[in-house]
């Protein structure tokens, strides 16, 4: 994969078969005119050329070029868990006890080296922004010196309450992250701390991500008190005497702790019924899906058309190679397809790219506008690209493809 750094000095026309803007529909024959690190205009390439006259050009001939992706959730610290834990799961609780007993016996070196690989194959599969959520921070300095953006949420796991959220220093250095802290779940953080970590977030304008209606197990914890969830809080020590089952859903436990809004991040939310769908169209709360994650521990695909038919933002994530075999946006997308076919595929690619973007709260990325920056994958896709955009598109998600550029501020 060749890589393009734009210098601000340099005024680009860069040319293509197919570019997709994301918010617009595809442009056949088309032309992005770049200056200072911006789209100026983009159109068809004789529309575009006529202005450009002085612009340096780049014909990217038979490809498709569109904006890098986003993968709104993963833990690259748990990269060195990836083919550990056997697969498929049928049971979530035998898998997320494998997590931790697996986690215990990483050094500190393993989970930096297979975290830095990850990041390595981030970029290789052409992500540009990532939400990353780690309990250690390891992590931290190897995103700060790479060439993402994105979010490092700090995730506190603790049911019997007692954590002192200090304030996080950022270094001036890593103005590409933004770093906060997460909640794990509902089940695995008490409700006063969740609150703490909302209210820690809303002062300083920051996302609250929680992982939310993961599994029945979870259903069943906070409906009834009971279950392997509460067995193993009790044999991990944290369990919390005070706790009095809220006997409600995940997402309505969450709404009435006044924690869902336009600035909080739902990570899975496969289990939901009717009211709670209600709850998350009016709080504006946003979604990310991790499909193949979902398939790996067996809790079932989240119903991702009623989320669309809802008008609710869905972004995808990819989770941690504790679940996935690949931290691969194309994967998820082609998983997605495989599922939804009925779904068209821009729908999708919105999701990956400007949707994930937006939640993560990254301005003017995401889409091909003028005023947009310049972040875009030029990608080849090994059958004859066609005239028709609908299987183009499919052609992107499906077919074998291979990321020929990166063109990156
Ligand atoms: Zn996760």
């Not at 504790?322 to 397809?337: F, V």
Request: aromatic fraction near 10%.
């Amino acid at each position: 994969m060749g890589e393009i750094k734009l210098q601000s000095y340099h005024h680009y026309i860069i040319r293509a078969k197919w570019i997709l803007p994301i918010l617009a529909p595809p442009i056949i024959d088309g032309a992005i005119e770049i200056k200072g690190k911006k789209i100026v205009s983009i159109g068809k390439f004789k529309e575009v050329f006529k202005k450009t006259a002085f612009a340096k050009p780049i014909n990217f001939e038979e490809s498709i070029i569109l904006p890098s992706l986003v993968n709104v959730h993963t833990h690259l610290e748990l990269s060195a868990l990836r083919y550990k834990i056997v697969l498929p799961s049928d049971n979530f609780i035998s898998w997320v006890k494998n997590v931790i007993n697996l986690k215990k016996e990483l050094t500190v070196s393993e989970i930096r080296e297979a975290a830095r690989a990850s990041l390595y194959n981030l970029w290789k599969e052409g992500v540009g922004i990532i939400g990353d959520v780690g309990n250690t921070a390891i992590t931290l300095p190897l995103l700060c010196n790479s060439p993402f953006y994105g979010y490092f949420f700090n995730e506190v796991l603790s049911f019997r309450g007692g954590y002192n959220l200090k304030e996080i220093k950022i270094d001036t250095e890593s103005l590409n992250f933004k770093i906060t802290y997460s909640a794990h779940a509902p089940y695995s953080v008490s409700p006063l701390l969740l609150q703490a970590i909302k209210a820690y977030n809303k002062k300083r304008k920051k996302l609250f991500c929680i992982h939310c209606a993961e599994s029945l197990e979870e259903v069943e914890f906070l409906k009834t008190g009971k279950g392997q969830l509460l067995s193993l809080l009790k044999e991990k020590g944290q369990w919390n005497e005070d706790f009095i089952p809220p006997k409600l859903s995940p997402v309505k436990y969450l709404y009435k702790l006044k924690l869902l809004d336009k600035d909080t991040l739902l990570i899975h939310v496969v289990y939901i019924d009717e009211e709670d769908l209600e709850i998350l169209k009016k709080t504006g709360v946003k979604i990310c899906i991790c499909p193949k994650s979902n398939l790996f521990t067996g809790v079932g695909l989240p119903e991702i058309k009623r989320f669309i038919f809802a008008g609710l933002d869905i972004c995808i994530g990819t989770d941690s190679l504790a679940s996935n075999d690949q931290l691969s946006i194309w994967e998820e997308l082609r998983t997605l397809y495989i599922h939804y076919p009925d779904i068209s595929p821009d729908i999708f690619l919105k999701m990956a790219t400007f949707n994930g973007a937006k939640v993560l709260g990254f301005e003017k990325m995401g889409a091909l506008l003028p005023g947009y920056y310049a972040h875009m994958l030029v990608v080849e896709i090994k059958d004859y690209l066609t005239d028709n955009p609908k299987e183009t598109l499919l052609n992107l998600i499906n077919a074998e493809k291979e990321i020929k550029y990166r063109l990156y501020v």
